[in-house]
């Protein structure tokens, strides 16, 4: 399944919604510029990335996460799978890249952050 992603263009955070696989494709772009436009549009207090229904990623998706981190002011990570977990932490981007289990617990950190 290839990446898919849905943003919440009027919640602040931004929350974008992503499910299938985010590795090294066109929809990977796509999705980058997309969120880069809004943020800079927009100005959101941080990003909230959903990741519940990301079966996998990749070092491509990995590194555009961390295109966005540099974007947004705050940025999370929502629910990501076990696998998806687990990659973040043995790249060590856990401190840049927190991971949150529940969309209350995302809004407070990136209120808590300011």
Known sequence: MSLTFEIDGTS??????LAGRLTLGPQLA?????????????????LILDLSEIQE???SGLGELVVLYSSAERLCLLNPSERVSRVVSATRLTGILPQLPDLESA????????
């Open 107 to 114: 809004r407070a950190w990136i209120a808590s952050s300011r």
């Open 57 to 59: 990623v990749d070092s």
């Open 30 to 46: 796509k999705f980058t510029k997309e969120v880069h436009a809004k943020l800079l549009a927009q100005k959101p207090a941080g």
């Open 12 to 17: 602040n955070p931004l929350v974008v919604r």
